[in-house]
Structures are given as structure tokens and as C-alpha cells.
């Protein structure tokens, strides 16, 4: 991004101030109000799916990001991709969740890859339920959640 699509994203005009000075407070309101959309886009998202993708048992907890920089986090952690995924939530055809063990929730555990795009008969499917760098699960007991997760997603997919 160029320095006048942050004045423009920004509203701003530019001054005859010194330009590198004016350069750093217009990139710092960039992204604070990038942020700030970004993070009203993603509640919008998952807000379409509260109850759907509200779900846990005795071992396990699912996590929602709340921004991209939630993704990129869980992607550098992970050794996956899924830090590109933002666009996909933004346009509404896929959704991403974070898998914890409730044993310690702030540790990424699986990513799950749901799509989400009512192309795919109204109903969310889980795409991909992937542990670091992308290998499947050999936990019995992750691999019970999954199945319970898409019976929920199943049933309550967009009813609320």
C-alpha cells in the first residue's frame, strides 16, 4: 500500500508538514483503523455462526480468531498456512477455528478449516482438522471431537 491509499483509507489529505513525519502518523492511523475494520469484519463473520460454532467437551475448547493477526499467529505457530485464510472468512466461504485442549487453551492444538459457503447445501463441512505442519491427528480423543464438532455444526448451522 502507497502512501496516498493510506491518506485516502484514512481520509486524510496531505499537508506540506515534513513528508516523513506525516509518512509515520498516517501509517500508524492505517493500521489502527485497518485493525479496527478488520477485527469488526471477523466479529461479523463468526457472529452469523455463534451458536454453530460454540462448542467444547470435557478435553477440548474451540477458539475463534478475531482478526487476521490471530490467523498469521496460529499459521507461524502451526507451520501451516492458514494465515492467508483471512480473505476467505472476509468473503464468507470458509471458516477458521482453533482446536485447545482445554488443559491449556492458549496453546495452538488443531486447526480446523470449515467451509462455510451455503453452496455447499446450507450446512458447514469441516475441510481440514490439521495438528502441526499439517499432520493429521493420532489422538483418538481429538479425532471424537471432530466428529462430534461436525454433527453439531450440522445441527445448528445457521439457525443462530
Known amino acids: 500500500v ?3 491509499d493510506m491518506l485516502n483509507y484514512c481520509g486524510m489529505s496531505p499537508t506540506k508538514d515534513d513528508y516523513y513525519r506525516q509518512y509515520i502518523n498516517v501509517k500508524r492511523n ?5 485493525e479496527i475494520k478488520d477485527k469488526e469484519v471477523f466479529a461479523e463473520a463468526y457472529a452469523k455462526q455463534s451458536k454453530a460454532l460454540s462448542f467444547e467437551n470435557e478435553d477440548f475448547v474451540i477458539v475463534l480468531p478475531t482478526c487476521e493477526k490471530d490467523l498469521i499467529t496460529e499459521g ?3 507451520g501451516n498456512c492458514v494465515g492467508g485464510y483471512g480473505s476467505y472468512i472476509k468473503n464468507g466461504d470458509r471458516l477458521v477455528v482453533f482446536v485447545r485442549k482445554k488443559s491449556d487453551p492458549s ?3 488443531i486447526t480446523c ?3 462455510a459457503n451455503s453452496n455447499w447445501g446450507h450446512t458447514a463441512r469441516i475441510n481440514q482438522y490439521l495438528i502441526h505442519h499439517n499432520d493429521y491427528p493420532k489422538d483418538e480423543n481429538a479425532l471424537a471431537f471432530k466428529g462430534l464438532f461436525q454433527q453439531h455444526l450440522i445441527a445448528n448451522w445457521n439457525r443462530g
Open 2 to 4: 502507497d502512501f496516498f
Open 30 to 34: 492505517y493500521e489502527r483503523l485497518k
Open 76 to 78: 507461524n505457530k502451526q
Open 107 to 109: 496453546v495452538p492444538y
Open 113 to 115: 478449516d470449515i467451509y
